[in-house]
């Protein structure tokens, strides 16, 4: 396989080569420029921005990559895992971001190739967040440059993982906002808004419960791509993935426990507009039948010439009234 | 037993004898064809397409079946297994599909004995998805023919469970489409809908469940008929049940809150109405009240020889009208 | 303790002597005869159709019962469970069957004591479902003749097993009926129909889901009246036992939606009657105020002297009607 | 300190010594009596039915029990527990009873320090429950007499636990009474009783979960102090407990499924009040408004004049009521 | 670096150093002051009363605190935790209080750096609750005093979770009043109330939650800053967090349900509002209708002139309110 025929001319990897004492930054535009580096003992960083699958065939060949972490790599639906081979460890999980507003979650593949000496990151798209980590490893007495590839892998993991933070930021602003429109608004469209709100939480956990899994895996994993000394750092994230889990379940019974509250409200609201027809037909109904008696055509109704008959008919309205009110105040639906 | 008596004319057995160099693919018409292949040095992959009780039978006395495991087999009301024998793995699966529309799926039981140098599958109808497979293990180059019938297991199976996400993916599009009708349909059929997607799931989860752990103790097995080899292989389908049964899991937890906003949804509706109907009658019923009164027929009535009365009475009925009116705007009924 | 006293003259028990080359029917009439096969080197059953008191301490001594596991065989609410003693191990589990209707499950305690050569049975009445397993043991050529007395109780244990799969048989078809009610149906005894048919699945639940633990408990045993080569048959019915709970599962929360679905129809069909309501009423009390507005007695009213006056009324009286019904349809009231 | 300065006059603790062949029941009324029974080899139960603040401290002091010990036993709201300490093992638990009604369950605190040779108990109450206990330990023939402390420890332990077990009846009678009377009755009071109810479910799975618990650390436990012998008997109450906590849960889930259908039941109610309304004012409103229009006063209104119109009007009244009758029938509403 | 000039004036840091007959209490202003102390034999505290950034990373480059531990104990947000490092294990954890009622709960981080001789706490605020403690140190005769910082650290955090019982009590003085108001009430401020109340008791399992796991953990843990004598200590306080966590647990439940009731009962109140409706409804519109048809104007309504029409009239009238009321009164209406 010729593989620099196949890769197309917009071709861009960066290709951080690093030491304790040593820093150099490398554009490669074709992939036999690698090659070099295979044997190096120097430590390097292989970032590619690119799912394009000739290239990263290219590559698996290169760096001997098992064909199933190829797969998993290429597909872009691939849940986070982490999975050891003879020659790398392979850790796959996803970036989370939000455009405009959080009912919209993109989510990104980053795949980490993690090898003795190197790190290959594979990613859809440039972030700026990873911007900090390469100024860090420029810095000669930063710790990165010490430390293995295992090390950088988790400096870009906590950077990723960051974002989530700030999703969770997001999605509990929407949280409160929903709490306090549920208790004055009984617009339909809350209802959909609720639903919407619960699949964007769905959706973040299902990229960081595997997450969290990975990460467990790391810490107790002997493998001999992840360093013990790494282990303090793993654990570190490893936390914060279980803190945004928890924190997304204790948002998720809010959420439910806000369906019913919004449930019991139209029900209250529902009672409001019973208790005002009630009451006005319950008054008026029979005062309109007395009036109805009245009007009534028969030649022999003896009551139609009495006198005070018009006032005595009037009393009668009022002290009804007054008695239907009276019974409605007792039963307190005023 | 003269198994060649029993077997009946249309008996039809694909046989694939292969080898890193070799193939050829036979087609049995009598059982006893098989018997020189039972010590052969070469893989062989027996395809039985039937539930014959004879012809099962047949092929457990040759191949030494465990009655146990012929029970399983015959039996096609088995919930997915994994057991090993003395002289074989067995693995009973099910096939899911569906015909026309989701609400309707198909299961159809694969058994798969697989031995040190053989697979036997036993299925009930002839499938297209394992054609694929066919295809490659002619090749001469694919790793199929270098591997065991463990890996040739594995690629029946992951052609099954790559079924089962085609399933998924409509099972998600029906839900999706049910979302879209909760929200501005309020018929019956809707409910009884949402109740046979929910049964769906449950069928399919049935089957996926008990595959997840069998993929499981696959991967912490150790029997000789499953080679070391395999199982990242193995690994890789068993993440696939996993994401599936996640899948079907948060689809569940979609249409349980589905159900809560579609009853919600029909409370809205329902307060629409009653605010409705109360508004005209409190509204209404007081007038009519009134003009009741004026159409007594009391003798003494002297409202009615006033001149203006009439036009008086009018502007009463205006004024309560404007400030019922203002009330049920002051109330946001409107 | 003179047992032969004690025990009624109704005493029967039957007495099954087996080998692999010997069988013998003994109706045992006095406990005392019972002594000789104390010592025997053959295999015997036991089978004692009675909770008689007095005949198990009788039963309890002569075989050197253990007082807590005699006490787990009288106790009739004994929950299923597994328990080994020195000299044998104590199996105690239920029959569960329906009469007439499946509302009404009667459950029948069966206890197993597996000693090394010989089982005996202690149930209640009489089943038909063991004469199968009596049968097979007269057979000669039968597996059991060469198996121990593990391996009958697991063919008993078989049987009862398979009575518990009738049971969810009708309990399925009770589901189905009670799903296709709830569709049609809002009467209120389908609530009461729909309560028992839960608790009805929450009492064999009760029961199969210790015998599950039973049977997982025996899989792992180390006792000597377990032999290995019956683990397969214990694992078969494990299995079962692991399926009918599941389905009992699936099963519960079906008609925990379709309680749901219940009475959402009921909200449904109370919205389509207030719809009624409503239409009915917003269509004829604005009508009837206005023909009582002209019902009115004042001696000034211009239009009841206007020539066309009535007919105009009428033009009013079908244009508002028009109107109600054009803004009714507009709102898919009908 | 000085102990028998400190104990109240009141003090009156029993205490038994026993061995195989020896029984003293002696009543203490100075905590000096005990010394000469601390190095006795004989064994000892000390009941203590007082939590006296100074009696408990000087029990303390001549036994030498650890001060967090007895803290636990002080302390009235302490949760069941199991604690092993170099010199005795501490089991707390809780005894549960009614006095009247079910929903009032009260809970005293009974405590164990379990020695070599000696048991101590201390509770709140004189139980008439332990009496069968000290009969049985009077007895000669007797079990008790030949085990140690642990084993007298498990024939209290019994003793409590089936007094939850009547406990546990009395709230299954009422779980049947609050299902009959849902069924029938729509009162108020019974929402506040199925809650209450559930509130007295709640308070003993309190105490059973972790006595539970304990009993299975027992079962579990390598201590001195619990010998083996004593463990079917402790597994055998550890089954009760179990058995118990199922039945809650079992209850507990009939409870919340009550709470649903009683809800349902109030819905289908409202469905038949609103059918009433329905009816009667679809019948009768449009009717009215008919009898209204020949009500008006207008000078030219032909019909009037007719010789039939009356009957004809009384036509279209009955037909009608005929038609809107047939509708409803057809809608089912009757 | 320099510390003591970053560090700013207000600096108030007490030491406490201990032996078994020694006691000294220091106020440090100056960090250099700390350094002589960092090899004494002699046991330390030293209480940190601030989050200041500089005075934080003084104190870790004094005592060779990790750069993970040091971000842990600045970030207020910390999730509790235990860690265990090369020099000193890390206990972070929360004191919660409320100021003026429950649903306003305030946390402040407390955090725990426990060496072999000395612990350093750092928290936000000075608590009153620790005074206890301080008081306890200083008395020669106190068990402190020979305990190492282990002991001092469970004398701390027993004290903190002392804490939390005051606020689960006020918890569940909230829970029954809101249990009394559910019954009787039925106002909308209700639903906001149980809302916000559920959220409190969300809000004290998060921090409870990982206390006890951080317990359960110390209680397993094998580092050799946690001496085994403090381990029934900690398991003291790892039962009180248990309980509370199940308390929580309890109320949840309970608060559900309490909303389930509250729904219910609206819709109880309802079903009274829309009988009685339906009873004045029903009785009084047939009334009117008859009214109305002797109010028609029909030149030809032989009724009219009949000398006892007006009387029978008032019969029906009468007959037909009493048939109603019966009938009401057998539906059992009222």
Chains 1, 2, 3, 4, 5 share one sequence.
Request: net charge negative.
């Amino acid at each position: 396989m010729n593989t620099s025929e196949k890769t197309n001319p917009k071709l861009s990897l960066e290709l951080y080569v690093y030491e304790d004492d040593f820093f150099e930054k490398n554009h490669i535009t074709e992939l036999s420029q690698l090659i070099p580096y295979l044997n190096t003992p120097k430590k390097f960083w292989l970032n590619i921005v690119s799912h394009d699958e000739n290239l990263l065939s290219g590559i698996a060949e290169i760096f001997a990559i098992h064909p199933l972490a190829l797969d998993d790599i290429k597909n872009k639906q691939q849940r986070p895992k982490l999975e050891e081979f003879d020659n790398f460890m392979l850790l796959v999980t996803k970036m989370l971001y939000t455009k405009s507003n959080i009912s919209n979650i993109h989510s990104e593949q980053v795949s980490f190739i993690i090898g003795k000496n190197h790190l290959i990151t594979v990613q859809e798209d440039e972030f700026d967040i990873f911007d900090g980590v390469r100024i860090r490893l420029e810095n000669p007495a930063g710790k990165m440059r010490k430390m293995g590839p295992d090390y950088l892998t988790y400096t870009l993991l906590d950077a990723i993982i960051d974002e989530y933070f700030i999703l969770l930021e997001k999605l509990y602003d929407r949280t409160e906002q929903l709490e306090d429109q549920v208790m004055v608004n009984h617009h339909k469209s809350l209802l959909s808004a609720i639903y919407h709100h619960r699949k964007s939480m769905q959706e973040i956990k299902k990229i960081v419960w595997p997450t969290r899994e990975i990460l467990s895996a790391w810490k107790k994993s002997e493998s001999p791509f992840l360093k013990k000394k790494t282990f303090p750092y793993i654990n570190n994230i490893y936390e914060h993935a279980v803190e945004i889990i928890e924190n997304l379940e204790m948002q998720r019974e809010s959420i439910a426990t806000l369906l019913e509250i919004y449930m019991t409200n139209i029900s209250l609201k529902q009672n409001e507009v019973m208790k005002t027809l009630t009451i006005i037909a319950t008054i008026f109904i029979p005062l309109t039948f007395i009036a109805g008696i009245y009007g009534m055509n028969f030649e022999y109704m003896p009551e139609l010439q009495w006198k005070y008959a018009y006032w005595v008919i009037w009393a009668v309205f009022l002290l009804a009234t007054a008695g239907m009110i009276t019974y409605f105040k007792k039963k307190k639906w005023f």
